[in-house]
């Protein structure tokens, strides 16, 4: 999951909807193959470190300090879909939430959404994951639902995700299912959660003296 390119590449193989994604070398190289605006990350990168836009070949610079993706740039509205698998990695649950404000990567306003295609996306990485030794437990995807080209994954987190406190609250169970799987009792993610849950966060500041 932390190799954003090889995340891409599985996921495409499995036939899951990604943007078109290279190595920024491969832009440089020719970038008349490529419709500009781009987005542009690092490859091992998290928290929206290093990320940016390139509105044109002028640029693309030519060093940077770490190796670098270039995918077509989406619009559209942002999702994230929390997702629990099995102890056999069979998907239970699939709660996409839509990501209304977002700082440094995590969600802080967001809304639960029942989106089919969404839920049958979770499903198709699910599968994708399934190969080789397989995932299980927690983890969430982004997307963005673009106009044009419809949705497109484009990020993988193997944890519990920053806004996982929304599809807990609409009734996901994620934590609980897992201390139920390690006390060998009976997994309780399911389906059964609530749409048009929504979650606001905020800072607040403690002072002493």
Not at 30 to 42: E, H
Not at 47 to 76: C, F, H, K, N, T
Not at 145 to 174: K, T
Request: proline share 7%; charged share 30%; aromatic share 6%.
């Amino acid at each position: 999951m932390r190799d954003k390119e090889r995340t891409i590449t599985v996921l495409r193989d499995a036939g899951v909807p990604v943007p078109r994604t290279a190595r920024i070398e491969a832009l440089r190289a020719d970038p008349s193959g490529w419709t500009f605006p781009l987005f542009v990350k690092p490859v091992g990168g998290s928290a929206s470190r290093g990320i940016g836009v390139l509105e044109s070949a002028a640029d693309i610079r030519e060093d940077y300090p770490e190796p670098m993706l270039v995918q077509e740039l989406l619009r559209g509205p942002e999702y994230t879909i929390n997702m629990y698998l099995d102890a056999r990695g069979r998907i239970r649950s699939a709660i996409p939430h839509l990501r209304i404000s977002v700082r440094a990567g995590e969600v802080e306003k967001g809304r639960t959404v029942r989106d089919p295609r969404m839920i049958e996306i979770a499903a198709n990485v699910a599968a994708a994951l399934g190969r080789g030794r397989g995932a299980e437990g927690v983890l969430c995807f982004q997307l963005i639902d673009d106009p044009d080209r419809g949705p497109r994954v484009f990020e993988i987190n193997a944890r519990f995700g920053g806004g996982y406190p929304l599809a807990d609250q609409a009734g996901g169970r994620f934590a609980e299912s897992l201390l139920a799987r390690v006390a060998g009792l009976p997994e309780c993610a399911s389906d059964h959660w609530r749409e048009g849950v929504t979650m606001v966060r905020y800072d607040s500041a403690v002072f002493r003296g």
